[in-house]
T-cell receptor, first 115, second 113 residues
Framework: AQKVTQAQTEISVVEKEDVTLDCVYE???????LFWYKQPPSGELVFLIRRNSFDEQNEISGRYSWNFQKSTSSFNFTITASQVVDSAVYFC????????????FGPGTRLSVLP | DTAVSQTPKYLVTQMGNDKSIKCEQNLGHDTMYWYKQDSKKFLKIMFSYNNKELIINETVPNRFSPKSPDKAHLNLHINSLELGDSAVYFC????????????FGSGTRLTVV
């Protein structure tokens, strides 16, 4: 069955530090999609990225970057030069193409960026 | 224009009451969902509808009943509310089942007292 693990429950960093949030997944499907969502203190869920299983290129968007490695079933998220506004809970999620009638979310990682 | 809108944003009610949460999306998506987020922030799917048809019905007490009058609306009705129902409920939509990511509503914080 599909499963997403985010082993880091909480991380605290000081502003301007780089931080990496880990995501490890399990799936029975060869075609699947991985996602990251951000939930700031205001509570809404904000889509950050979608990646399909055939695209292992790393992606960079401003201070955000994602490292997808199928060999280790990981889809890690790095924030460079963190800012206080990055403080949020971050969720990794998985959807299977052939069985993907629903997402499975990881348990989330709470990131606190201290000034 | 809000893409996925939920009402109300906050709901405080007594045990035993019946309440509804409404959800509407203006994205033209075919699929809508209800998720429950507990106090530990864990997100779990409750229901999924595709073009008004129930697709996913997870292990949820039958006091919870979704209703989809059309593909732009998915409401959640809860009967005989219990203390354990207190949570944040998120509505979401996607173009097709799951694979393109969800657009979430802003959530409804339900508190049962």
């Amino acid at each position: 069955a599909q499963k997403v693990t985010q082993a880091q429950t909480e991380i605290s960093v000081v502003e301007k530090e780089d931080v990496t949030l880990d995501c490890v997944y399990e799936t029975r499907d060869t075609t699947y999609y991985l996602f990251w969502y951000k939930q700031p203190p205001s509570g809404e869920l904000v889509f950050l990225i979608r990646r399909n299983s055939f695209d292992e290129q790393n992606e960079i968007s401003g201070r955000y970057s994602w490292n997808f490695q199928k060999s280790t079933s990981s889809f890690n998220f790095t924030i460079t030069a963190s800012q206080v506004v990055d403080s949020a809970v971050y969720f990794c999620a998985l959807s299977e193409a052939n069985y993907g009638q629903n997402f499975v979310f990881g348990p989330g990682t709470r990131l606190s960026v201290l000034p | 224009d809000t893409a996925v809108s939920q009402t109300p944003k906050y709901l405080v009610t007594q045990m035993g009451n019946d309440k509804s949460i409404k959800c509407e999306q203006n994205l033209g998506h075919d699929t809508m969902y209800w998720y429950k987020q507990d106090s530990k922030k864990f997100l779990k799917i409750m229901f999924s509808y595709n073009n008004k048809e129930l697709i996913i019905n997870e292990t949820v007490p039958n006091r919870f009943s979704p209703k989809s009058p059309d593909k732009a609306h998915l409401n959640l009705h809860i009967n005989s509310l219990e203390l354990g129902d207190s949570a944040v409920y998120f509505c979401a939509s996607s173009p097709i089942l799951g694979n393109y990511g969800y657009t979430f509503g802003s959530g409804t914080r339900l508190t049962v007292v």
